[in-house]
């Protein structure tokens, strides 16, 4: 092997951290994304049932699979008092 081919072999690594460096920044930006519609869809879910006064059961369920979803995604806790304000809504047979 030729020294011009072992020059070019030290570009490897370099264009592998750069590419590992664009796949985190777009996994990030994922995150964050899927955290924003999880909050956005919480919120418009607190606010539609709370303006009815309860909320049924189906939309318990969603919304605390939206809550633990968004919480795996390493959320600071934001939504916790949204959540506990939702689940105390009464369910449909409650009202």
Same mark, same amino acid.
């Given at each position: 092997?030729t /020294?011009?081919? /072992?020059?070019?072999?030290?570009g490897?690594p370099? &264009?592998?951290?750069?590419?590992v460096?664009? &796949? !985190?920044?777009? !996994?990030?930006? %994922?995150?964050y ?5 999880l909050?956005?869809?919480m919120i ?7 303006k &009815?006064g309860?909320?049924? %059961?189906?939309a318990?369920?969603?919304?605390e699979n939206?809550w633990?979803q968004y919480h795996s995604?390493?959320?600071?806790g934001v939504? #916790?008092d &949204? ?6 809504l009464?369910?449909?047979? #409650?009202s």
């Open positions: 092997m /020294w011009y081919n /072992w020059v070019s072999l030290l490897v370099a &264009l592998f951290l750069s590419l460096k664009v &796949l !985190i920044n777009q !996994i990030k930006g %994922i995150k994304g899927v955290q924003a519609l909050r956005a869809q418009d879910d607190y606010n539609r049932y709370s &009815l309860y909320a049924p %059961i189906y318990r369920e969603n919304f939206c633990k995604l390493g959320a600071n939504m #916790d &949204l959540h506990d304000k939702f689940m105390d009464p369910t449909a047979g #409650d």
